[in-house]
């Protein structure tokens, strides 16, 4: 019984997670439209968790790609990042590796899409990582709130 309600409430707040990335080039991605979804590892966290980084809301995708793949999700971040007032971006070998775009607000507050790939040690796949945020925080503060001494990058996986 518990599990179907889980199910049911997971299933209420899908259109609602949904219209948070709406008009993203790169929502293909998220949906499993470039990517099967059974490839993809997905995290989805709101509330009380995100206080502290004034972010309301944290969507993560985590895949293995390949070279098609990779050029598809790498366009459409480009085309996210067109939109974009404020951006960093790296280009290696003619592909997108690294992102971090401060998209126009929405009704919800700043949002915020980054990007990072990283090809695999025998050269088969390329890891690609996809998070979206929203909430009243900026690129900058978002920086700042990674300790220096922290595991986890910006630029690398």
Same mark, same amino acid.
């Given at each position: 019984?518990?599990? %179907?309600?889980?199910?049911?409430?997971?299933?209420?707040?899908?259109?609602?997670?949904?219209?948070? &990335?709406?008009?993203?080039?790169? &929502?293909?991605? *998220?949906?499993?439209?470039?990517?099967?979804?059974?490839?993809?590892?997905?995290?989805?966290?709101?509330?009380?968790?995100?206080?502290?980084?004034?972010?309301?809301? *944290?969507?993560?995708?985590?895949?293995?790609? $390949?070279?098609?793949?990779?050029?598809? %999700? #790498?366009?459409?971040? &480009?085309? $996210?990042?067109?939109?974009?007032?404020?951006?960093?971006?790296?280009?290696?070998?003619?592909?997108?590796? *690294?992102?971090?775009?401060?998209?126009?607000?929405?009704? $919800?507050?700043?949002?915020?899409?980054? *990007? &990072?790939?990283?090809?695999? $040690?025998?050269?088969?796949?390329?890891?690609?990582?996809?998070?979206?945020?929203?909430?009243?925080?900026?690129?900058?503060?978002?920086?700042? #709130?990674?300790?220096?001494?922290?595991?986890?990058?910006?630029?690398?996986?």
């Amino acid at each position: 019984m518990k599990r %179907i309600l889980i199910i049911t409430t997971l299933l209420l707040l899908l259109p609602v997670w949904a219209r948070s &990335q709406d008009g993203l080039h790169s &929502q293909a991605v *998220f949906d499993g439209k470039v990517v099967p979804k059974d490839r993809i590892v997905e995290t989805l966290v709101k509330g009380e968790y995100l206080k502290d980084y004034n972010i309301t809301l *944290f969507h993560s995708i985590r895949m293995d790609v $390949d070279e098609a793949e990779l050029q598809r %999700i #790498s366009g459409l971040v &480009q085309e $996210d990042a067109r939109d974009a007032v404020s951006k960093e971006m790296e280009i290696s070998h003619g592909l997108l590796s *690294f992102a971090l775009l401060a998209l126009p607000p929405g009704p $919800d507050g700043n949002r915020l899409l980054g *990007f &990072q790939s990283k090809p695999s $040690d025998d050269g088969t796949s390329t890891s690609v990582i996809i998070v979206y945020l929203e909430g009243e925080t900026t690129l900058t503060d978002l920086k700042k #709130s990674i300790p220096t001494n922290s595991k986890l990058t910006l630029k690398r996986l």
